[in-house]
Structure formats: structure tokens, C-alpha cells
């Protein structure tokens, strides 16, 4: 893929997160992405999991953002980057920086390098099944 594609991708991506399209979301990832957490260094691998996140988890999250927006982009021939802040509850701002490798024509999962905090909020009770990396 060039970068204009990848970046095309991770847009897809994020826009369907937004939308709080699970299915729409799942078409932009491979069978079994990883979903890595920095500086935490813990993270999750599995298609399952994924589609269990983003039809059960995901939708609870949403509820709770009271806003968002992007600060940057940035994409090369491997992977986008997107830079955003997350706002959970009208009071709390999450700051984060997400890498998405490309395996393919889909998205490998994500890296992101967040608080502790986005992580809980994010994932809920599907904390339980992330490993050390």
C-alpha cells in the first residue's frame, strides 16, 4: 500500500470507531490484530477478542465520549499514526498517540501509547485478558 492508502485506511478506521460501527471497524483489521499498550507494556492478540471489544466493550466507551479530536496524522509505507485526545465523562482528557501497522491491505491492530486511565476506560472488564509483552 502507498502511504496515501494507508492513511485512507487508518481514517476508515478511526471513522467507524467513531461511528461505533463494529462490523465496519472489524473489515479494516487482519483475522487476528494485536492491541499493544504503551508504556504500560501489556496488550492483547485475537480476532475474538477484537470482535468482542468492539461489539460489547467498545459501545460502552463510546457513551462515555463527550468529545474528541485529532491533532495529527502521519503515515510512511509500513504503518499511520494518528495523534488525539479523548474526552470520557465531560471532564477527563486523554491524550494519545495510536500506530497501526499495515499487514497486507488491512490494519495489523494498534499501538498506543496512552495513560493508564484511557486503558481502564477504554477496555473495561476485557482488561482481565491483557498479557505482558
Known amino acids: 500500500m502507498t502511504p496515501d492508502e494507508i492513511l485512507d485506511l ?3 478506521h478511526a471513522a467507524a470507531e467513531a461511528e461505533n460501527d463494529a462490523e465496519r471497524t472489524l473489515a479494516t483489521l487482519v483475522d487476528e490484530p494485536t492491541y499493544e499498550f504503551w508504556p504500560m507494556g501489556v496488550g492483547f492478540t485475537g480476532g475474538d477478542l477484537a470482535r468482542t471489544f468492539y461489539l460489547e466493550q467498545y459501545p ?3 457513551q462515555r465520549v463527550t468529545n474528541y479530536g485529532v491533532l495529527g496524522e502521519w503515515t510512511n509505507d509500513f504503518c499511520g499514526i494518528q495523534e488525539y485526545w479523548v474526552e470520557t465523562d465531560g471532564e477527563t482528557r486523554h491524550m ?3 500506530m497501526m501497522p499495515v ?3 488491512l490494519l495489523a491492530g494498534e499501538k498506543l501509547y496512552c495513560g493508564e486511565a484511557f486503558v481502564e476506560a477504554l477496555l473495561g472488564p476485557l482488561t482481565v485478558h491483557l498479557k505482558p509483552l
Open 60 to 62: 460502552e466507551f463510546a
Open 103 to 105: 499487514e497486507g491491505d
Open 96 to 98: 494519545v498517540m495510536s
Open 10 to 12: 487508518v481514517r476508515e
